[in-house]
């Protein structure tokens, strides 16, 4: 069985690119979609799920080892669990560190060759299967890089506009001008008899497809808003 784990932070972010790519890839992945803020993968409900489901020789394919986890300690520890346990981990962006590699890697061990120069070829093998450890717990450590660096620029940013006295984020108070309000308030405007047109209040809230509520709000705010500007 093949699974494509895809995870977003937030419920704004497109989770769709990662389905494509893990489609493109593996057109008969079933798609699992998670939206979880965090590094580490306990509380994410749907990837515990999948863990518990596989099975050996199951595949789970990622678009990045980022989406596996940000931790870098975990993540290694993750993926050695489910290496040591048959399930075959693919990584669409750093393919160096798919099990299938790491597997070709621990196989291609030097000869022995029964004489004296064996336990020269016995480092070498250790060396090779440390070296390919190395390659992921470098992927990892990487992805957990990113996080931290984000986090410093955020911090630092918020910083700097604290010290400019600029404000962050939206100003309280300040009303959201979303193109649904902006286009129901002109309808208003125009056919309202209130503001110059022939429309009564019930025609007008039809048209402009708006409840009885928010038609009231947007009234009163464009009066408001004329009012300022007389």
């Excluded at 986890?69 to 399930?87: D, M």
């Amino acid at each position: 069985m093949i699974y494509g784990y895809c995870r977003v932070s937030t419920q704004s972010q497109n989770i769709e690119r990662q389905v494509r790519n893990i489609l493109a890839a593996f057109p008969d992945a079933t798609i699992v979609r998670e939206v979880y803020t965090g590094t580490t993968f306990q509380g994410r409900d749907k990837l515990e799920k999948l863990l518990k489901k596989v099975r050996r020789d199951d595949t789970i394919v990622f678009d990045s080892v980022s989406r596996m986890s940000r931790s870098a300690e975990e993540g290694f520890a993750l993926y050695e669990s489910l290496y040591s346990k048959g399930i075959h981990l693919v990584f669409l962006k750093e393919p160096h560190i798919n099990t299938d590699t790491y597997r070709k890697a621990l196989a291609a061990k030097v000869g022995l060759t029964g004489d004296k120069v064996d336990f020269i070829l016995e480092g070498v093998n250790r060396y090779l299967m440390e070296l390919a450890k190395e390659q992921i717990r470098l992927a990892f450590e990487q992805s957990q890089k990113e996080v931290d660096d984000m986090r410093q620029r955020t911090k630092e940013g918020m910083e700097t506009a604290r010290l400019n006295n600029k404000q962050i984020g939206q100003k309280r108070g300040a009303k959201l001008r979303v193109k649904k309000a902006e286009t129901a308030k002109k309808a208003i405007l125009k056919h309202s008899k209130d503001f110059g047109g022939s429309l009564s209040d019930k025609d007008t809230m039809t048209f402009a497809k708006v409840s009885p509520n928010t038609y009231y709000k947007y009234k009163a705010e464009l009066k408001q808003e004329m009012l300022a500007s007389l």
